[in-house]
């Protein structure tokens, strides 16, 4: 079996074991940068390249990586002591130190490099643990504690006491065989790993925190390989705990896609124990519960029930093995009424709102974009659907357009609430962008999103002025039909009822007109609202704690962020951020989409608004100067690189094709360090980036020329799958399937071409090409995506669940805060997919990471 669990800051994974985030790695292949050399001896030879560091030393050498280390990680590399009859082929000496401070220099640990000088009695000096792996010519391997005791050091060169020794040669070193070592640092755990053996444990009371690391040898002949540093999964889930997160129950979910069977699955949560088992029970009609598994549930979590009577209703209830008497309650259990029967979705029924007329044109409505959130603190999502009429426009377009309506529907299609924007809020992508979260923390979402003069709240309630009317009604006027005039809100409203909670003015406003152009796009500007209208928002944790909105004004030229925070009903600007002219290197760099991810690391979010990124502190943390562009991609793409990736697809026409950047690049998510460019000067509107290959390592990458790539950048196939708009995990394996119109396809990488899975009848998709469903998401049920599609006729909201099993559990990936918060942002301007804050491929290697340890 392969279990896989989560979590957190970033997130990290679980399988039958420890997921961990890459944070630093060194393949020697840039010299030796990352290091500093302490040696008692000038012919000492350092040969770095082809992925190994060869070291010959003649007298003690240690070698500190210079980064610091701190709380809790793993530290893993590969070595091979070399013995071919050279003057210091010695099998003898495979050491290293860890953890290390000098209490005489706390702030600065390199300042007695030259005196410490790979003297091995120097080294007593330092707090650290240390391990000699065949020390005293091959014939001990012992595990110490320094304490640093640099006074009780000048008077004797005192070393601690032992706390373990091996002596047999089990435990001594072969040589010219790699071996591998893993130092883990887990709270108040110290462990040392030799070729996965787990050879020292200690429980250490006042364990040492953080410091350095260093490898250690003395005459000796030894290679180096494969050093890399990683956060393991506790330290993730500790960090992430602080966040302010929604509650969720078991999310159980029933189907039943044929005339026979039900599919039954549900969620595996970030509270659950590691090896949770489960009970699953089914009552028919009111009477009394059977148990349907014969032994407890351990392998995924779902079930398929073949014995059902699907004649009559009944429900289904998922309850751990150890519970003394199960209960069935609204938070464990899903029913079925008999009309379910071959049916592999849930059906929502909509309100749809009658057609209406502005001016002389009619128009009528259609289901668009939606999102989740628990509106009522009872630990199940609602659904927040935006109403799209016919009459819709988007920036420079001029002209009237139909009422934005809002509406707040529970799944089974009870009616919450509807919001009016009004007629002073235009209709279209680049207009309404809405966010449902819990902003205050009291278990229950609000939304929160831009209104004007008459918008109407849930219960009625008018905004701002009814009476005006700031649209342009002159026809021949270049801004007929826009709002240029007149004052502009942000409210926040209760999810549960849709009542305007607090109202703002909008920051910033859209003065002067004129001054939103740019290198963005195609290079214009103009001054009848077609650069000031256009907006994108999220949700991120800014403090790491807290959820804040944040809103977007600009995206090709001028671009201002502001960052809210709704706390005890009051509505309050955190920071505003605003590259405010041309000249600004961050001019012209934003997306029609926003991506929110804790790019550093330090627990905070930043947002990536395309190719640039804004702090958690309202400052730019960088720009890669790439420009606006189409389609935003961020998750660790690479597994092999610390940290995360963003794909980005970029534009280039009219003017800006004399700047010729890239129309395809990926960059280094922190930094923003372009680690591959693909087509300059060439206008590319779509592009994915997902792992749909298993025969290649990391994510592929597709959009514009060059065909199917690698990680890398390097083309692995010439076709290119059939959709560039959407992927979603769907089957039973770890790579995502193809998302598109009413479709699910997957990537077939022996014949290089798309087989269909599913296609939904009857249901259509949204805005246009971009061919989007109203969501995607880990909704309910196992690990696997969710789509809410809408019927062709606006009746109803379907959403569609897989029944294909897996080997795979993981934990709901709605308790990833980036996955989370993706979720947030989706219905924002041009859709795209959620990912990962972590690497999830079909090349995790879950053997490597086992629990025995």
Known sequence: MKLIGLFLLSFALVFSAKAQTLLFHDDFNQG???????????????????????????????????QVLAGNIRISYDAKVIQAGGEFDRASDLNCFWMA?????????????????????????????????????????????????????????????????????????????????????????V?????????????????????????????????????????PASEEKSAASMRQMEKMDRGVVAVCPSQDSVFVSWRLLQADPQNIAFNIYRQTSGEQAIQLNEHPL?????????????????????????????????????????????????????????????????????????SVADLDGDGKYEIILKWQPSLVRNPPQKGLTGLQLIDAYKLDGTLLWRINLGKNIRSGAAYTQFLVYDLDGDGRAEMVCKTA???????????????????????????????????????????????????????????????????????????????????????????????????????YGRTAVAAWDYRDGQLSQRWLFDSKDADNPYSGQANHQVSVADVDQDGKDELCVGAMTVDDDGQGLYTTGLRHGDALSISDMDPDRPGLEVYGIHENEGKTLALQTPGVAMFDAKTGEILFSIGPGIDIGRGLSADIDPTHRGFENWGG????????????????????????????????????????????????????????????????????????????????????????????????????????????FMQDPQYRLSIAWQNVAYNQPPFTSFYLGTDLDTKKNSTDD
Request: hydrophobic share 30%; with cysteine.
């Open 32 to 66: 030796l940068s990352q290091w500093v050399i302490e040696q008692n001896s000038d012919a000492t030879v350092l040969n770095s390249g082809n992925g190994q560091l060869e070291i010959i030393a003649p007298q003690g050498l240690t070698l500190w990586f210079k």
């Open 705 to 812: 020329p060059g065909g199917l790539r690698d990680v890398h950048g390097n083309t692995i196939s010439e076709n290119t799958p059939s959709s560039t708009n959407f992927v979603l995990w769907w089957d039973g394996d770890l790579s995502r399937e193809l998302l598109d119109k009413n479709r699910i396809d997957k990537w077939d990488w022996t014949a290089n071409k798309t087989v269909n899975l599913l296609t939904a009848e009857d249901c259509v998709s949204n805005n246009g090409t971009k061919a989007t469903p109203c969501l995607s998401a880990d909704l309910l049920g196992d690990w696997r995506e969710e789509v809410i599609w809408r019927t062709a006729d606006n009746s109803e909201l379907r959403i569609y669940t897989t029944t294909i099993p897996t080997a795979y559990r993981f934990q709901t």
């Open 453 to 555: 003069d008459g918008t109407i709240d849930g219960e009625g309630n008018v905004i701002g002025d009814a009476s005006k009317d700031w649209r342009t009604m002159d026809a021949d006027s270049a801004t007929y039909g826009k709002i240029v005039d007149g004052p502009e809100y942000l409210t926040v409203f209760d999810g549960l009822t849709g009542k305007a909670l607090a109202t703002e003015n909008y920051i910033p406003d859209r003065y002067p007109l004129d001054s939103w152009g740019g290198v963005g796009g195609n290079g214009n500007n103009d001054s009848t609202g077609g650069r000031s209208d256009r907006f994108s928002a999220a949700i991120a944790y800014l403090d790491g704690v807290h959820p804040s909105a944040l809103f977007v004004r600009g995206w």
């Open 101 to 189: 401070n000098d209490p005489e220099n706390p702030d600065d640990f390199f300042a007695r490099s030259k005196w410490r000088n790979g003297v091995f009695g120097n080294y007593y000096s330092l707090s650290q643990y240390y391990v000699g792996y065949g020390g005293n010519n091959n014939s001990t391997t012992r595990f110490r504690k320094y304490d640093g005791n640099f006074k009780q050091f000048k008077n004797e060169k005192i070393r601690p006491e032992i706390i373990q020794e091996y002596t047999d040669s089990a435990h001594l070193i072969t040589p010219n065989q790699w071996c591998h070592i893993d130092i883990e640092m887990k709270g108040n755990s």
């Open 298 to 370: 351990k392998e995924g979590t779902y079930f398929w029930d073949t014995t059902a009577d699907l004649s009559k209703t009944n429900s289904w209830f998922v309850t751990p093995e150890n519970d003394a008497e199960p209960v069935c309650s609204s938070a464990n259990s899903f029913s079925l009424n008999s009309d379910a029967v071959g049916k592999a979705y849930l059906s929502i029924p909509l309100q749809i709102p009658e057609s209406a007329k502005v001016g002389d044109q009619e128009y009528s409505y259609s289901a668009n974009d939606a």
């Open 191 to 231: 462990n040392y790993y030799f070729n996965h053996e787990l050879l020292f444990r200690m429980d250490d009371p006042e364990p040492y925190r953080y410091g350095y690391f260093g490898f250690r040898t003395v005459k000796n002949h030894v290679v180096l390989k494969n050093f890399k540093v990683y956060r």
